[in-house]
Structure formats: C-alpha cells, structure tokens
C-alpha cells in the first residue's frame, strides 16, 4: 500500500522497483500535474536522504498525522490542537469504510460535543445558514 501511495503522488509507477534501493533519477518525474505539495515534500525527503524506496513509504504520511486510541484519547488530540491554534478543523480519513467512519460518529463525536468542540445541532437549514453567511441579493429579482 505504501508503495502505491507514494508512486499516485509522485505520479511513477513503482511497481516494479526493488524495495530496499533508492529510486533511481530517471523514474521521477520532473514535475507534478496533481498534487504538488505532496509531490515537492517527496522530492525533498528524496534530493536531502537518498532514501530507499522503503524508508520513503514507512517515513511518508502525506502531511498527515494517524491518531489512534481510545475514544477519549482522541478527543484528547484534537481538543489540544484546537485549542492551542495548531489547526481549525481536521479533515478524517477512515482505514475502513463503513466501520471506521461509524466507530468515529458512535464514539468520539459524542465527546467531543460533550467537550464543546462538535455541534449537537445545526442553526439552519443551508450551508450559508450554518456559516452564518448572508444571503445575497438575487439579480433577476426586484427588491
């Protein structure tokens, strides 16, 4: 799996590469067309360490930070980053779909709204309501 990850953003296949070598120059493209941060950090952990192919699949997390635990170990994570600014939101991915995503809403959503951090219910019935965003002047109506 990490193989596969590392080659869709470094867009390479490296299907084919021996594990436990550095990739060779004349695999990596010279620039990305999708996703460039991911595609940069890659390419400076490569130029700075000549990693091998393993050592840059166990080192790279896509910017991400895997957070594991109990349920109130997790809110735990998030209420501290929260709340000293080192984010705003947090954008999930689930190893397992449904279950995952289940085990995050049935467990750790309800302690984080017991902690203040998560809604128990929603101010409106758009997306603009729920922003508190204006709604703005139609064009093709008068006023």
């Known amino acids: 799996m990490g193989r596969f990850r590392l080659g869709t953003d470094l867009e390479a296949d490296l299907s084919d590469l021996p594990l436990d070598e550095p990739i060779p120059e004349s695999r990596l493209p010279k620039s990305a067309n999708l996703h460039k941060a991911f595609f940069d950090g890659i390419m400076k952990i490569i130029r700075e360490e000549n990693p091998t192919l393993r050592q840059l699949y166990l080192r790279y997390e896509r910017g991400r930070k895997t957070i594991k635990g ?12 929260f709340t000293i600014g080192a984010c705003d939101g947090f954008m999930m991915q689930f190893h397992t779909l449904p279950g995952g995503l289940q085990d995050f809403v049935t467990d750790v959503v309800p302690e984080l709204q017991r902690r203040g951090l998560f809604r128990d219910d929603y101010s409106g019935a758009t997306l603009r309501d729920h922003l508190g965003l204006p709604r703005p002047a139609n064009p093709n109506t008068s006023a």
């Open 70 to 81: 109990t349920p109130a170990g997790i809110a735990d994570v998030m209420e501290r980053w």
